[in-house]
């Protein structure tokens, strides 16, 4: 290989292959020999632009494309390659520049549209006003010459949109409205639901209430219930109380119709909600009695609830009942079973569920419910929810607001009522195995009990998450993975997750390209900030460290990929995706089974830099660059948005952490050590290790003491010789604590297995719902509640031999 590197193609896999190996800067060096020289494959190109994208040095790569063009000349197949480029590295200077070089020798209308919408892109992105400035006429000139101003200019509708977006950028909204209103877009504008969208909010935004009203009355009478129309009529009515008279008998004459549109219920509610408050639980009333069966109908209506009166809330579920006549309908029916749910929701929802006692009765009146509607189940399919099923979520939400109550309480058998809301979830599911619901809060429920992460993993794999919900989806398991259990078995999950952004590197690009050779420009920008969530989420980046953590613990090596700061942060996870019958103002589902803060961007920092001081600094042997970095982890602990979001142990190897650095460079001095030493192991000491400690503390613990030893072993070999006999005596005590601490692990792990069983067992035998609800009502016995002991045994027990070989791994 080192004979031929005269050939390009070697020179580039040679460096693919360090850059891949984590030797990126070898990579980098190596490719840098290219540049003096032509390059005639652009696919060879596209190689070196990745490898120098994945340093952070992709503009660098540029060079290579103008030594291609000036090569090769300037074609029109060279420069569409250069421009897919530019959008591949996101550079949008250059992918101005290239499609200037397409329009100036190859000019064309396509040419002329990519021109000018990366310009509006970099006006959207630009911080620079006077780029943006001159930017903006370059665009508006480009646009009005390809768009022209003549009545006989047929426009497509993504055209229309781009020339739409440019006139509201360059502050030309009047003229886009006054397009938008035009005869030459009326038939785009009717086609089109975001351009009719683009034409409202643009009449609002200059105030022309009367063309908005009348053109939302036109559309709203010729059938277009949609809730763009919807809301213009509303807005209207806020700013101009002479219409209101008029819109309001615009609903009541749609309500009048054998079949009404939700929105148009919804419509009315916001409308009384507004402006005729005396009429608003009349409004609901109508709503949920037409639309009862339908299980949104209960989020529609829950947040207009607060704007009733304190004495039509005391009523409104017995009102409600009467209503919905739930006494003549006969147990046995789906209407009885759509009615009662629907009024449990609002029991819960309003508060009537507010001691021990009625959660008891509440939870009773959900199972009864349950069984009614599993019976008229029997002939669904297999993939579908059972009928009723919400009464289920219903009571597993009322057992952790017990369980809530009673851990504040000191109740040393408060988790007795989670382990029952598992049970209870683990027998409906044999029924309604698809039901993501129910694994979900299984999922939550099993992560709040120490081993229960592969009795979570086992449930979260049954749900068959697609690779693009694993951003949104993945962190209510994987958060804190490695602490929880510290196995290779992780890493598979944690692999699945990056294959998004992989996929995303790999082919958002290339759907953007398309995008722009189809002329869909209204698709580009969608593209483009689908990319940017991706590229800067939040997950990914705690996937990133995730999957260092477990690789370092498992193998005592640092990981080979680059760990980057979650610079721009996008958080996209959803921490509402669970079911909630609550009010917003309350603790969500989610909040409460919660095994530990949330980690954001300050922890990911924390620990980013973390590593980075151990392993590139201190491993290495720059003290200084070590230093730096502790002050800067310490600056960040400081806040009050980091510190919220550590656990104590992860609080304790922080500190730790800075203190190492802090103290590097005195090391390489041979300064005397003693006192700093001295107050780490005080920080050591302050947690102590007994058969109860859970796993994840252990975990965390030995996670701790690897960075130590790590750090000690350096500072032994970079210590002066003639400082070495101080130095060993300054660090011998904490030496002798790291390994009393480690090796207490393993008998203290052995004798924690023993007690699993029998506490597991307490907990069954304390069950909240066995001493509440009458044996026949609950839709499991004591046998079976004896096999899901049995199950999270087997999930404490893989726990703890992953905390075993981690404990073999940590040594000096």
């Given at each position: 290989?080192?004979?031929?590197?005269?050939?390009?193609?070697?020179?580039?896999?040679?460096?693919?292959?360090?850059?891949?190996?984590?030797?990126?800067?070898?990579?980098?060096?190596?490719?840098?020999?290219?540049?003096?020289?032509?390059?005639?494959?652009?696919?060879?190109?596209?190689?070196?632009?990745?490898?120098?994208?994945?340093?952070?040095?992709a503009?660098?790569?540029?060079?290579?494309?103008?030594?291609?063009?000036?090569?090769?000349?300037?074609?029109?197949?060279?420069?569409?390659?250069?421009?897919?480029?530019?959008?591949?590295?996101?550079?949008?200077?250059?992918?101005?520049?290239?499609?200037l070089?397409?329009q100036?020798?190859?000019?064309?209308?396509?040419?002329s549209?990519?021109?000018?919408?990366?310009?509006?892109?970099?006006?959207?992105?630009?911080?620079?006003?006077?780029?943006?400035?001159?930017?903006?006429q370059?665009?508006?000139?480009?646009?009005?010459?390809?768009?022209?101003?003549?009545?006989?200019?047929?426009?497509?509708?993504?055209?229309?949109?781009?020339?739409?977006?440019?006139?509201?950028?360059?502050?030309?909204?009047?003229?886009?409205?006054?397009?938008?209103?035009?005869?030459?877009?009326?038939?785009?504008?009717?086609?089109?639901a975001?351009?009719?969208?683009?034409?409202?909010?643009?009449?609002?935004?200059?105030?022309?209430?009367d063309?908005?009203?009348?053109?939302?009355?036109?559309?709203?009478?010729?059938?277009?219930?949609?809730?763009?129309?919807?809301?213009?009529?509303?807005?209207?009515?806020?700013?101009d109380?002479?219409?209101?008279?008029?819109?309001?008998?615009?609903?009541?004459?749609?309500?009048?119709?054998?079949?009404?549109?939700?929105?148009?219920?919804?419509?009315?509610?916001?409308?009384t909600?507004?402006?005729?408050?005396?009429e608003?639980?009349?409004?609901?009333?109508?709503?949920?009695?037409?639309?009862?069966?339908?299980?949104?109908?209960?989020?529609?209506?829950?947040?207009?609830?607060?704007?009733l009166?304190?004495?039509?809330?005391?009523?409104?579920?017995?009102?409600?009942?009467?209503?919905?006549?739930?006494?003549?309908?006969k147990?046995?029916?789906?209407?009885?079973?759509?009615?009662?749910v629907?009024?449990?929701?609002?029991?819960?929802?309003?508060?009537?569920?507010?001691s021990?006692?009625?959660?008891?009765?509440?939870?009773?009146?959900?199972?009864?419910?349950?069984?009614?509607?599993?019976?008229?189940?029997?002939?669904?399919?297999?993939?579908?929810?059972?009928?009723?099923?919400?009464?289920?979520?219903?009571?597993?939400?009322?057992?952790?607001?017990?369980?809530?109550?009673?851990?504040?309480?000191?109740?040393?058998?408060?988790?007795?009522?989670?382990?029952?809301?598992?049970?209870?979830?683990?027998?409906?599911?044999?029924?309604?195995?698809?039901?993501?619901?129910?694994?979900?809060?299984?999922?939550?429920?099993?992560?709040?009990?120490?081993?229960?992460?592969?009795?979570?993993?086992?449930?979260?794999?049954?749900?068959?998450?697609?690779q693009?919900q694993n951003?949104?989806?993945?962190?209510?398991?994987?958060?804190?993975?490695?602490?929880?259990?510290?196995?290779?078995?992780?890493?598979?999950?944690?692999?699945?997750?990056?294959?998004?952004?992989?996929?995303n590197?790999?082919?958002?690009?290339?759907?953007?390209?398309?995008?722009?050779q189809?002329?869909?420009y209204?698709?580009?920008?969608?593209?483009?900030?689908?990319r940017?969530?991706?590229?800067?989420?939040?997950?990914?980046?705690?996937?990133?460290?995730?999957?260092?953590?477990?690789?370092?613990?498992?193998?005592?090596?640092?990981p080979?990929?680059?760990?980057?700061?979650c610079?721009?942060?996008?958080?996209?996870?959803?921490?509402?995706?669970?079911?909630?019958?609550?009010?917003?103002?309350?603790?969500?589902?989610?909040?409460?089974l919660r095994?530990?803060?949330?980690?954001g961007?300050?922890?990911?920092?924390l620990?980013?830099?973390?590593?980075?001081?151990?392993?590139?600094?201190?491993?290495?042997?720059?003290?200084?660059?070590?230093?730096?970095?502790?002050?800067?982890m310490?600056?960040?602990?400081?806040?009050?948005d980091?510190?919220?979001?550590?656990?104590?142990?992860?609080?304790?190897?922080?500190?730790?952490?800075?203190?190492?650095?802090?103290?590097?460079?005195?090391?390489?001095?041979?300064?005397?050590?003693?006192?700093?030493f001295?107050a780490?192991?005080?920080?050591?000491?302050?947690?102590?290790?007994?058969?109860?400690?859970?796993?994840?503390?252990?975990?965390?613990?030995?996670?701790?003491?690897?960075?130590?030893i790590?750090?000690?072993?350096?500072?032994?070999?970079?210590?002066?010789?003639?400082?070495?006999?101080?130095?060993?005596?300054?660090?011998?005590?904490?030496?002798?604590?790291?390994?009393?601490?480690?090796?207490?692990?393993s008998?203290?792990?052995?004798?924690?297995?023993?007690?699993?069983?029998?506490?597991?067992?307490?907990?069954?035998?304390?069950?909240?719902?066995?001493?509440?609800?009458?044996?026949?009502?609950?839709?499991?016995?004591?046998?079976?509640?004896?096999?899901?002991?049995?199950n999270?045994?087997?999930?404490?027990?893989?726990?703890?031999?992953?905390?075993?070989?981690?404990?073999?791994?940590?040594?000096?």
């Amino acid at each position: 290989m080192h004979r031929s590197l005269q050939k390009e193609s070697t020179v580039v896999y040679s460096a693919l292959t360090l850059a891949k190996g984590g030797r990126g800067a070898e990579a980098i060096k190596l490719l840098e020999t290219l540049k003096t020289r032509p390059i005639s494959d652009p696919e060879t190109i596209n190689i070196i632009q990745a490898i120098y994208a994945d340093q952070g040095r992709a503009d660098e790569s540029f060079v290579f494309w103008d030594s291609y063009l000036k090569h090769n000349g300037r074609n029109e197949k060279g420069l569409s390659l250069y421009f897919q480029a530019c959008i591949r590295t996101k550079n949008l200077a250059h992918q101005r520049k290239a499609a200037l070089e397409l329009q100036k020798h190859f000019p064309s209308r396509q040419h002329s549209l990519w021109l000018i919408f990366t310009m509006y892109l970099i006006c959207m992105k630009s911080e620079n006003p006077t780029e943006v400035s001159l930017l903006k006429q370059l665009m508006l000139r480009s646009a009005d010459k390809v768009f022209g101003e003549g009545e006989d200019t047929v426009f497509e509708n993504e055209e229309l949109h781009l020339y739409v977006d440019v006139l509201k950028v360059a502050g030309k909204g009047d003229v886009a409205l006054k397009l938008l209103s035009s005869d030459r877009a009326s038939e785009c504008v009717k086609s089109d639901a975001d351009l009719l969208l683009k034409k409202l909010n643009l009449m609002r935004e200059f105030a022309q209430w009367d063309s908005l009203f009348t053109t939302a009355k036109s559309l709203f009478e010729s059938g277009n219930l949609d809730w763009k129309v919807c809301s213009a009529l509303l807005d209207c009515a806020k700013n101009d109380e002479n219409v209101r008279s008029t819109v309001l008998s615009l609903i009541k004459e749609k309500l009048s119709a054998s079949k009404v549109e939700r929105n148009i219920y919804l419509l009315h509610i916001e409308f009384t909600k507004l402006f005729a408050k005396d009429e608003l639980l009349d409004s609901i009333f109508t709503y949920i009695k037409k639309q009862y069966v339908k299980p949104i109908v209960f989020d529609d209506v829950k947040g207009t609830l607060k704007e009733l009166t304190s004495e039509q809330r005391l009523g409104f579920v017995s009102t409600l009942s009467n209503i919905l006549e739930l006494a003549a309908d006969k147990e046995n029916t789906l209407s009885y079973v759509y009615k009662t749910v629907l009024l449990l929701k609002f029991r819960y929802f309003l508060g009537e569920i507010s001691s021990t006692e009625a959660r008891k009765q509440f939870i009773s009146d959900c199972l009864d419910v349950y069984q009614i509607g599993s019976d008229l189940s029997k002939d669904l399919l297999p993939t579908d929810f059972s009928y009723g099923y919400e009464s289920i979520l219903l009571a597993v939400h009322t057992l952790v607001d017990e369980y809530t109550e009673q851990k504040a309480a000191g109740n040393a058998y408060c988790q007795s009522v989670l382990f029952d809301a598992i049970v209870l979830l683990e027998k409906v599911l044999e029924k309604s195995y698809h039901n993501y619901h129910f694994k979900l809060l299984l999922v939550r429920l099993y992560l709040m009990f120490d081993g229960g992460f592969p009795a979570a993993m086992f449930v979260y794999d049954t749900m068959s998450i697609k690779q693009v919900q694993n951003d949104t989806l993945a962190h209510h398991l994987l958060t804190r993975a490695t602490s929880l259990y510290p196995s290779y078995n992780i890493q598979s999950k944690l692999n699945d997750c990056m294959k998004l952004y992989s996929a995303n590197e790999l082919e958002t690009p290339e759907m953007i390209f398309d995008a722009y050779q189809r002329g869909a420009y209204s698709q580009i920008e969608d593209f483009v900030a689908f990319r940017s969530r991706l590229d800067h989420s939040t997950w990914k980046s705690l996937t990133l460290l995730e999957r260092a953590r477990i690789h370092y613990l498992s193998s005592n090596k640092a990981p080979k990929e680059y760990l980057p700061r979650c610079s721009n942060p996008k958080d996209n996870r959803d921490i509402r995706v669970m079911v909630s019958f609550t009010d917003e103002n309350k603790p969500t589902i989610d909040e409460l089974l919660r095994n530990a803060p949330q980690p954001g961007t300050p922890w990911i920092h924390l620990f980013v830099d973390g590593h980075t001081l151990v392993q590139d600094h201190i491993v290495q042997g720059d003290y200084n660059k070590a230093k730096s970095a502790a002050e800067a982890m310490q600056t960040l602990l400081d806040t009050a948005d980091a510190k919220a979001q550590l656990t104590p142990e992860e609080l304790r190897h922080v500190k730790v952490l800075i203190q190492l650095g802090m103290m590097a460079p005195s090391v390489k001095a041979g300064e005397n050590l003693s006192d700093s030493f001295n107050a780490i192991l005080e920080q050591l000491k302050t947690e102590t290790y007994t058969p109860n400690t859970p796993y994840v503390i252990f975990s965390k613990e030995l996670e701790t003491m690897n960075d130590l030893i790590t750090c000690l072993n350096s500072f032994t070999y970079h210590s002066p010789s003639s400082g070495k006999k101080a130095y060993n005596a300054s660090v011998r005590a904490l030496r002798d604590h790291i390994l009393a601490k480690i090796s207490s692990v393993s008998g203290l792990i052995k004798q924690k297995k023993k007690q699993t069983r029998k506490h597991l067992l307490d907990i069954l035998s304390h069950s909240f719902l066995s001493s509440s609800i009458a044996q026949e009502k609950l839709p499991y016995n004591r046998d079976y509640g004896r096999q899901i002991v049995d199950n999270a045994l087997n999930s404490s027990h893989l726990v703890g031999d992953a905390v075993a070989k981690v404990q073999k791994v940590v040594h000096f």
